[in-house]
């Protein structure tokens, strides 16, 4: 079940617009406002509802990256967003290595 759109629009404003990971500010850009999306800091699969405490604004990439992941073993809110940004920056690392090494043979090609 998808957030109401009356929660997600709570949780926007809250947060300004802006990627509570990353930064991206969806006041910048049309695109950037069509990248936000709701996460769950505490994901639904561990039983939590769409609580306004549990939602952020979250880029669609930050959202991706994350995935389930949650830090059980921290009970502080601030260790864990910041647990959940470094594990998104490593997700991020990763995953770009991965994207240039998917393109790297079609780079040459170009030249």
């Known amino acids: 079940m998808s957030v109401p759109h009356e929660i997600s629009k709570q949780v926007h404003e809250r947060n300004k617009f802006i990627c509570v990971y990353c930064n991206l ?5 049309y695109q950037n406002y069509k990248s936000l999306t709701i996460d ?7 039983g939590d509802n ?15 990256l994350k995935g389930h992941y949650f830090p059980k073993h921290l ?3 601030k260790e864990v967003m ?7 920056s490593k997700q991020r690392m990763r995953d ?10 079609f780079l040459k090609e170009r030249k």
Do not use: M, W
Request: net charge positive; with cysteine; charged share 30%.
């Open 75 to 77: 009970a502080d809110e």
């Open 82 to 88: 910041n647990d959940i940004k470094k594990y998104i």
């Open 96 to 105: 770009f290595e991965r994207y240039i090494e998917t393109v790297k043979p």
């Open 25 to 29: 500010d969806g006041r910048l850009s």
């Open 50 to 64: 769409h609580s306004l405490q549990n939602l952020v604004t979250a880029c669609f990439a930050c959202n991706q």
């Open 40 to 46: 769950h800091i505490r994901p639904k699969i561990f």
